[in-house]
């Protein structure tokens, strides 16, 4: 784990959940969607493919997790999963849960609308609620 | 392989490539962009971790390939890697090389500007240089 250091982009932009073996994992600050962003602690990784094979099937695994979490507590239409990496280019990877009445349904979410950062206490019961459905995968 | 039929959307938008383990290989009709598509050939799959495990491995490796191919062909600045699925829900992963002069960039491709269909000739010839790339890896 040595030499990852998180983009200061992604760490303005999101607050932390918790690290699992391959991912950080963070929240979204933007309260239109429930938006989940793993983040490999790797040095040097930009893009998916160059996941080392071990840290792919992890990450794979990962991803799985943070969409059961996310399809338990919200029962989404549609589970967004993403590596764009175009404005930040630390590879990271978006699962974000997704509504026929969210804010921009159905186009992607990205460079669409500003974000909606969550009140204080939104905040800190949402990542409670994540935090538990971790718990329970 | 029974009971797995291509969505009429994916099919109409997109040139067939080759069939690969787990991936029918797809080819977005767009020359605006490199843009594979890699939808996995079983029945009654909507988002990512729908994947049997053993078929969430197979899904890596063949993202892996068709990045590889992309990025020894064409030099991308980025590779663009995703399941979104909010127009068409049959899972399909985007494979999309991105360049710092393209169309949209630093935006996401989808839903920004109408397709530029290939021409004919030069359909196959993509065609032809991505079976030779495929077949290098």
Redesign the interface.
Known sequence: MTDFTLDPTLAKDTAHVEDWALCRVLLMNDAQYPWLILVPARPNL????DLAPAD??L???E??CA??AL?SLFDPV??????????V?QLHLHVIA?FTDDAT????V??VRPAEPYEEAALASRLGDLREAFSRL
Chains 1, 2 share one sequence.
């Open positions: 930009r893009d998916f493919h792919m099937a990450a794979s695994s991803i799985t969409s059961r399809q549609k589970l967004n999963v993403a590596a764009l990496g175009n404005m280019p997704r349904w159905p186009k992607p990205w460079g």
